[in-house]
């Protein structure tokens, strides 16, 4: 059975850090692109970072360039998104995905073929 399950997601304080993790079974992420997406309350779900199979290159939007680092854990079959200097803009629900489409990282939502269930991350003071 393809999944990928989340975990890592709560409440934190601004300038606070969390780790999201992103376990899959039922397939090889180092074989797959993988991405990570939010959705905030009221808004349209859009792509945050990417990490490529092909050449392991990364890509994040500007909103979180600098503060987040995506990265995979081929031993656990495992993708991680570091979040650092965490902001009260940052509370969505975050998802992974995983792409059998190999080559330059996109966010178009389309190209996901396994998703996880998403985790909410709560940036509060």
């Known amino acids: 059975q393809v999944q990928l399950v989340e975990s890592g997601g709560g409440l934190v304080q601004p300038g606070g850090s969390l780790n999201l993790s992103c376990a899959a079974s039922g397939f090889t992420l180092y074989y797959n692109n993988i991405g990570w997406f939010r959705q905030a309350p009221g808004k349209e779900r859009e792509g945050i970072s990417c990490l490529t199979s092909s050449d392991s290159s990364t890509r994040y939007a500007d909103s979180v360039k600098g503060r987040f680092t995506i990265s995979r854990d081929d031993a656990k079959n495992t993708a991680y998104l570091q979040m650092n200097s965490l902001k009260p803009e940052d509370t969505a629900v975050y998802y992974c995905?995983?792409?059998?489409?190999?080559?330059?990282?996109?966010?178009?939502?389309?190209?996901?073929?396994?998703w996880g269930q998403g985790t909410q991350v709560t940036v509060s003071s």
């Open positions: 995905a995983a792409s059998i489409y190999l080559g330059a990282c996109n966010w178009k939502i389309s190209k996901y073929d396994y």
